[in-house]
T-cell receptor
Framework: GENVEQHPSTLSVQEGDSAVIKCTYSDSASNYFPWYKQELGKGPQLIIDIRSNVGEKKDQRIAVTLNKTAKHFSLHITETQPEDSAVYFCAASSDGGFKTIFGAGTRLFVKA | AAGVIQSPRHLIKEKRETATLKCYPIPRHDTVYWYQQGPGQDPQFLISFYEKMQSDKGSIPDRFSAQQFSDYHSELNMSSLELGDSALYFC????????????FGPGTRLTVL
């Protein structure tokens, strides 16, 4: 069945450093790849997304890259801040499909 | 801006009881998704509705059912509750086909004793 693998499960960085989270997906029909940030006690919040017709997308300190051939996509956070500490989930779905498959999540700690 | 509303926020039930969770999507959103998230786990897709009809089904147990009403709100009905049903249940909404961006609600924490 469809599967999304996410690494690492835990990531600790110093404030100001960069953080990179990587995901791979199995369903070749997937063409929409959102990234969610979940803080304790809250629902996942979309922070950035990318579609398969784009290789890279950037929004201020956050960027996402997609390699559709390798079925691989990554989240890059630059100049990390303590408030970036949270659990980050990658996900994959397809246009016209309503099922979104989430990765297992990465717990990011940003040390001040 | 209006967000997804879920009620109740917390619910405590005994084994074998029933529970009903409600979700009110963002205005004009016609698609609703339900997810179950266990402690330290990723959200697991349960079921979705588009224009009041079931659009996709995930790992939803047969003991659970859901529907979307004419005002687009949705209810998740859970019967014969088991201890393992204790989890956070999230509802998300989107504009449906062609726009996958999902907006999540704050969740309902269900505890089964």
């Amino acid at each position: 069945g469809e599967n999304v693998e996410q690494h690492p499960s835990t990531l600790s960085v110093q404030e100001g450093d960069s953080a990179v989270i990587k995901c791979t997906y199995s369903d070749s029909a997937s063409n929409y790849f959102p990234w969610y940030k979940q803080e304790l006690g809250k629902g996942p919040q979309l922070i950035i997304d990318i579609r398969s017709n784009v290789g890279e997308k950037k929004d201020q300190r956050i960027a996402v890259t997609l390699n559709k051939t390798a079925k691989h996509f990554s989240l890059h956070i630059t100049e990390t801040q303590p408030e970036d500490s949270a659990v980050y989930f990658c996900a994959a779905s397809s246009d016209g499909g309503f099922k979104t498959i989430f990765g297992a999540g990465t717990r990011l700690f940003v040390k001040a | 801006a209006a967000g997804v509303i879920q009620s109740p926020r917390h619910l405590i039930k005994e084994k074998r009881e029933t529970a009903t969770l409600k979700c009110y999507p963002i205005p004009r959103h016609d698609t609703v998704y339900w997810y179950q998230q266990g402690p330290g786990q990723d959200p697991q897709f349960l079921i979705s509705f588009y224009e009041k009809m079931q659009s996709d089904k995930g790992s939803i147990p047969d003991r659970f059912s859901a529907q979307q009403f004419s005002d687009y709100h949705s209810e998740l009905n859970m019967s014969s509750l088991e201890l393992g049903d204790s989890a956070l249940y999230f509802c998300a909404s989107s504009l449906g086909i062609g726009d996958n961006e999902q907006f999540f609600g704050p969740g309902t924490r269900l505890t089964v004793l």
